[in-house]
């Protein structure tokens, strides 16, 4: 597991997000069409170099589209991303290629993003080559590169159709890291895989930020695996963070009434342990972004909710008092 | 005489790379009030064997024994496997979404397996369906049971074709994945209603998944499956806290858990689950295995291990058993 951040407490970040938001025009033909649907509203984190920041929540929380906003997959409808204090929000597409190789992304199906009619060497050697690389250059690079990430040589020749789950994930963060990018955007990187395949693909990921020094955002539903991997956490509820911190304070002693929610709800594999432990069991579903409740948007399903939370939306502020950890409650657990 | 018992079930499938054994001989036995977890990862033939026992492996061949309340279900006659299903033995899926039809309300949906196998009339059948979502914990069950599949959020279509399961007053259910598709809040609703209507009604219980969690919160025997096989089978309790078959062992300590130490690393188990069209010679598990690599005998590669008792309720098919647990 990853010992404490290694940037904690200094101030110059790699990647500074305020206030990102992402407005999706509602159905055709509804009352909500212009108004439209705030899928990420208002949400503000910084990555440092060489850490993992985690980005946790329920399907339709905005964490997906985050991430892809983070690597301009997806143009914000609001505030703005700096990379290396370069704002990156509404660069063109021309000015952005040179970042691309800085800023990278790992997606959850590995075999829906790589050219099946390519073979492994063409796959890993296509961002060396955008960098205009000399062929000797992306020959031996491709090699090492494949085994850096755990594969063979004689992978090289083949499709990614000849590959398992866990390789062909592989061969996505070899890709991935051709251009030793100093941040990668990695979502739900782990969550289509074998279990047994999972440990794997976690080991090598941290084992790649000890060697490489490269920092992630990962963004996954699977609480356990984000504890594991990240120095820092945030949690997220209908497109806003809700906590955010150091990872021992948001798991160890967490603040808002979702992040103890959900936590109690991931079973434990023991049963003994699963018997014993005191669970909170929220109702409902979460809610749809297109008809967010009034003031807190989890005030529906709180245990504690309280008249303030039906009016008024909280702020996140800090609940630690050594500054390690914000919340957006009117009534943080302390 | 149990409710189901399962021996030597074995599936084959004509693929058009060659046959595939999809399950090679598996037992198990589910008694009235109890759950079976059965516990795998894709190609370990958890699913096929939910599958056979409904006997809704189209064009497999099976063979074996699955004898339900003392009917023989193997080789019997469509028609009173059919009737058998939905009536006394009822499925649960992951997708809710393609189990359910999307023309017709959920209500009638319940209602009509319901008169299917009980007759009486529309009325007292829509009573029932109202009936049954209201156990399931759909809040205005009269006003929901008018409306179609796609107008129930993902928790709430589950928790449907629970009740659609339910609905006919089985003896057993069979969950195949039931909370895979749900979020992690969801799920613990909808595992705390399985677990409390199992109760309530002292049915039996298999719930299959991947999920050693989900396993860990309702079963009360684990069946755990490898490249078709049973690995291990033992009562929950024993299995999580004193595995045996080192596939299990290396399942546990691959998995990240809340409540690890800090600074705890995982260990991995090296190497894929085996394709089920080339599976390797003797154990399944040997080319993945930290003790064949350790203690490596000519028994891994040879067959594959059977079952043996290695404490009360616990069986392990693993020859290097005694190596294992010195």
């Known amino acids: 597991m990853s010992t404490a951040s290694p940037h904690a407490g200094r101030p110059e970040a790699l990647l500074e997000v305020r206030d990102l938001g992402m407005t999706f025009p509602g159905p055709r033909g509804s009352l909500r069409r212009r108004a439209g649907i705030r899928a990420v509203d208002g949400v503000s984190f910084d990555v440092h170099p060489g850490e993992t920041l985690g980005l946790v929540g329920e399907s339709g929380c905005g964490k997906s589209t985050t991430g892809r906003m983070l690597v301009r997959l ?20 021309r000015e952005l290629r040179p970042l691309r190789s800085r800023l990278q992304m790992i997606f959850q199906d590995p075999f829906a993003s790589l050219n099946p009619r390519q073979t492994v060497r063409q796959i890993i050697a296509a ?50 890291l051709a251009t030793r990018p100093e941040l990668v955007v990695a979502d739900e990187p782990v969550s289509a895989l074998d279990v047994s395949i999972q440990a794997q693909i976690v080991g090598l990921l941290e084992r790649l930020q000890r060697e490489l020094g490269v920092a992630y955002v990962f963004i996954a539903h699977d609480l356990a695996v984000v504890r594991h991997i990240s120095h820092r956490v945030a949690v997220m509820y209908l497109g806003r963070i809700v906590e955010i911190g150091e990872r021992q304070q948001v798991y160890g002693n967490p603040a808002h009434p979702y992040t103890r929610a959900l936590l109690s709800a991931v079973p434990l594999p023991e049963p003994a342990a699963e ?60 | 005489m149990s409710l189901l018992e399962v021996r030597g079930l074995a599936v084959e499938f004509d693929t058009a790379e060659g046959p595939v054994r999809a399950v090679r001989g598996i037992d198990f036995t589910v008694e009235r009030g109890r759950t079976l977890g059965i516990v795998g990862e894709s190609g370990s033939g958890k699913s096929v064997t939910s599958l056979a026992v409904m006997g809704l492996h189209r064009g497999a061949a099976v063979t074996g024994s699955v004898r339900f309340d003392g009917t023989e279900l193997i080789g019997a006659p469509e028609e009173s496997v059919r009737r058998l299903r939905g009536r006394r033995i ?46 399931v914990g759909i809040p205005d069950p009269a006003r929901r049971a008018r409306e179609h599949p796609h107008q129930f959020s993902g928790g709430m279509r589950q928790r449907a074709m629970i009740a659609l399961a ?40 298999v719930l299959i998944t991947h999920d050693l969690g989900v396993i860990a919160r309702i079963a009360d025997e684990v069946l755990v499956m490898y490249g078709g096989s049973a690995a291990e089978q033992a009562p929950a309790d024993r299995l999580f806290t004193a595995p045996r078959h080192p596939y299990t062992r290396g399942l546990l300590d691959s998995l990240p858990r809340l409540d690890a130490p800090e600074g705890e690393p995982l260990r991995a188990i090296p190497g894929s689950p085996p394709s089920p069209l080339a599976p390797p010679p003797g154990c399944a598990f040997h080319p993945r295995c930290a003790v064949y690599a350790e203690h490596g005998s000519p028994l891994c590669t040879a067959d ?23």
């Open chain 2, 304 to 326: 594959r291990p059977l079952l043996r008792l290695v404490a009360e309720g616990h069986r392990n098919a693993c020859a290097l058993d005694e190596v294992t647990t010195g």
């Open chain 1, 127 to 176: 961002p060396l080559r955008a960098q205009g690389e000399s062929a000797q250059a992306i020959r031996r690079e491709v090699r090492d590169l494949v085994g850096l990430v755990g594969l063979a040589p004689e992978h090289l020749e083949r499709y990614p159709h000849q590959f398992s789950g866990g390789q062909a994930q592989r061969i996505g963060i070899a890709r991935a």
């Open chain 2, 90 to 135: 009822a499925m649960v899926f992951q997708d809710a979404l393609t189990a359910l039809h999307p023309y017709f309300t959920i209500g009638d949906q319940i209602a009509e397996a319901y008169r299917e196998h009980h007759g009486g009339s529309r009325k007292a059948a829509r009573a029932r369906a109202v009936e049954v979502l209201g156990d």
């Open chain 1, 74 to 93: 997806l143009d914000p409808t609001a505030g703005r991303v700096a990379f290396r204090g370069q704002d990156i929000t509404r660069t063109g597409q």
């Open chain 1, 275 to 334: 018997r014993a432990r005191e669970r909170i069991v929220l109702l409902g579903d979460p809610p749809s972004p297109a008809d967010p409740p009034s003031g807190c948007t989890f005030h529906p399903r709180c245990p504690k909710a309280r008249e303030l939370c039906r009016t008024e939306p909280p702020l996140l502020r800090l609940t630690a008092p050594d500054g390690t950890r914000q919340a957006a409650c009117h009534f943080p657990e302390v």
């Open chain 2, 166 to 205: 339910l609905s006919c007053e089985p003896d057993l259910i069979i969950a195949d994945e039931p909370t895979t598709a749900l979020d992690v809040t969801v799920q613990a609703q909808v595992l705390d209603l399985l677990a409390g209507q199992q109760q309530a009604r002292g049915l039996g219980l």
